[in-house]
Protein backbone atom coordinates (compact mmCIF):
# COMPACT_ATOMS: atom_id res chain seq x y z
CA UNK A 1 0.00 0.00 0.00
CA UNK A 2 1.50 3.25 -0.76
CA UNK A 3 -0.41 6.67 0.74
CA UNK A 4 -0.60 9.82 -1.50
CA UNK A 5 -0.58 13.50 0.82
CA UNK A 6 -0.53 16.25 -1.67
CA UNK A 7 -0.02 20.23 -0.23
CA UNK A 8 1.29 23.55 -1.63
CA UNK A 9 -2.50 24.45 -3.54
CA UNK A 10 -4.02 27.61 -2.99
CA UNK A 11 -5.40 31.36 -4.91
CA UNK A 12 -2.63 32.90 -6.82
CA UNK A 13 -2.72 35.65 -9.73
CA UNK A 14 -2.45 34.72 -13.09
CA UNK A 15 1.21 35.41 -13.76
CA UNK A 16 1.90 33.68 -10.51
CA UNK A 17 3.60 30.39 -9.25
CA UNK A 18 2.81 27.42 -6.93
CA UNK A 19 4.72 24.32 -6.24
CA UNK A 20 2.86 21.40 -5.29
CA UNK A 21 4.12 18.59 -3.53
CA UNK A 22 2.89 14.98 -2.87
CA UNK A 23 4.31 12.80 0.16
CA UNK A 24 4.36 9.16 -0.02
CA UNK A 25 4.63 6.63 2.58
CA UNK A 26 6.10 3.28 2.27
CA UNK A 27 9.77 1.75 1.04
CA UNK A 28 9.12 1.45 -1.88
CA UNK A 29 8.66 5.05 -3.32
CA UNK A 30 11.08 4.57 -6.01
CA UNK A 31 9.22 1.77 -7.85
CA UNK A 32 6.59 3.90 -8.99
CA UNK A 33 6.20 6.48 -11.89
CA UNK A 34 4.51 9.26 -10.50
CA UNK A 35 1.88 11.72 -11.95
CA UNK A 36 -0.14 14.26 -11.29
CA UNK A 37 -3.47 15.11 -12.61
CA UNK A 38 -6.12 17.83 -12.39
CA UNK A 39 -9.82 18.23 -12.43
CA UNK A 40 -11.59 21.10 -12.86
CA UNK A 41 -15.32 21.72 -12.09
CA UNK A 42 -17.87 20.26 -14.73
CA UNK A 43 -14.72 18.54 -16.16
CA UNK A 44 -13.25 15.12 -16.66
CA UNK A 45 -9.98 14.48 -14.75
CA UNK A 46 -6.80 15.19 -17.15
CA UNK A 47 -3.46 14.18 -17.06
CA UNK A 48 -0.96 16.67 -16.31
CA UNK A 49 3.01 15.25 -16.23
CA UNK A 50 4.53 12.10 -15.53
CA UNK A 51 8.13 11.14 -14.21
CA UNK A 52 10.12 8.33 -14.29
CA UNK A 53 10.88 5.84 -11.31
CA UNK A 54 14.64 7.29 -11.09
CA UNK A 55 13.39 11.29 -12.26
CA UNK A 56 15.95 10.98 -15.91
CA UNK A 57 12.20 11.10 -18.05
CA UNK A 58 9.62 13.27 -17.59
CA UNK A 59 5.82 13.79 -20.23
CA UNK A 60 3.73 16.60 -20.31
CA UNK A 61 0.54 17.50 -21.55
CA UNK A 62 1.21 20.25 -24.07
CA UNK A 63 -0.87 23.11 -22.47
CA UNK A 64 1.31 23.06 -19.61
CA UNK A 65 5.05 22.00 -21.36
CA UNK A 66 7.36 25.25 -20.47
CA UNK A 67 5.61 26.41 -17.33
CA UNK A 68 5.07 23.65 -15.36
CA UNK A 69 7.99 21.06 -14.27
CA UNK A 70 8.06 17.99 -12.74
CA UNK A 71 10.26 16.47 -10.03
CA UNK A 72 10.98 14.37 -7.08
CA UNK A 73 13.39 13.51 -4.57
CA UNK A 74 13.56 9.28 -3.83
CA UNK A 75 15.30 10.21 -0.54
CA UNK A 76 12.31 12.04 0.67
CA UNK A 77 9.54 9.94 -0.63
CA UNK A 78 8.12 13.41 -2.60
CA UNK A 79 7.18 14.59 -6.22
CA UNK A 80 6.86 18.20 -7.06
CA UNK A 81 4.88 19.64 -9.63
CA UNK A 82 6.29 23.91 -9.75
CA UNK A 83 3.89 26.13 -11.94
CA UNK A 84 4.71 29.02 -13.26
CA UNK A 85 3.28 31.46 -15.16
CA UNK A 86 -0.24 30.29 -13.93
CA UNK A 87 -3.66 31.01 -16.31
CA UNK A 88 -7.19 30.72 -15.05
CA UNK A 89 -7.43 27.48 -16.75
CA UNK A 90 -5.51 26.03 -14.38
CA UNK A 91 -7.89 26.40 -11.91
CA UNK A 92 -8.83 22.69 -10.46
CA UNK A 93 -8.42 20.46 -8.02
CA UNK A 94 -4.54 18.57 -8.67
CA UNK A 95 -4.36 15.17 -7.79
CA UNK A 96 -0.75 12.96 -7.58
CA UNK A 97 -1.04 9.06 -8.38
CA UNK A 98 1.67 6.54 -8.10
CA UNK A 99 1.83 3.36 -10.86
CA UNK A 100 3.96 0.47 -10.34
CA UNK A 101 5.80 0.48 -14.30
CA UNK A 102 8.81 1.46 -16.20
CA UNK A 103 7.26 1.77 -19.58
CA UNK A 104 8.66 4.77 -21.62
CA UNK A 105 5.95 7.58 -20.70
CA UNK A 106 5.46 8.99 -24.08
CA UNK A 107 1.76 9.60 -24.48
CA UNK A 108 1.34 8.82 -20.67
CA UNK A 109 -1.96 10.41 -20.91
CA UNK A 110 -3.40 7.24 -23.07
CA UNK A 111 -2.44 4.91 -20.78
CA UNK A 112 -1.42 5.78 -17.05
CA UNK A 113 -4.16 4.84 -14.74
CA UNK A 114 -2.62 4.82 -11.03
CA UNK A 115 -2.34 2.52 -8.94
CA UNK A 116 -2.75 4.84 -5.81
CA UNK A 117 -4.08 8.16 -5.38
CA UNK A 118 -3.60 11.67 -3.72
CA UNK A 119 -6.63 13.41 -1.79
CA UNK A 120 -6.46 16.49 -4.33
CA UNK A 121 -5.39 20.01 -3.42
CA UNK A 122 -6.73 22.69 -4.76
CA UNK A 123 -5.23 25.88 -7.04
CA UNK A 124 -7.01 28.02 -8.25
CA UNK A 125 -5.71 31.08 -10.62
CA UNK A 126 -7.38 34.47 -10.54
CA UNK A 127 -7.55 36.84 -13.88
Known amino acids: QVQLVESGGGLVQAGGSLRLSCAASGRTFSSYAMAWFRQAPGKEREFVAV????????YYRDSVKGRFTISRNNAKNTVYLQMNNLKPEDTAVYYCAAESTNRPLVAAERWYRGDYWGQGTQVTVSS
Open 51 to 58: ISRSGGFT
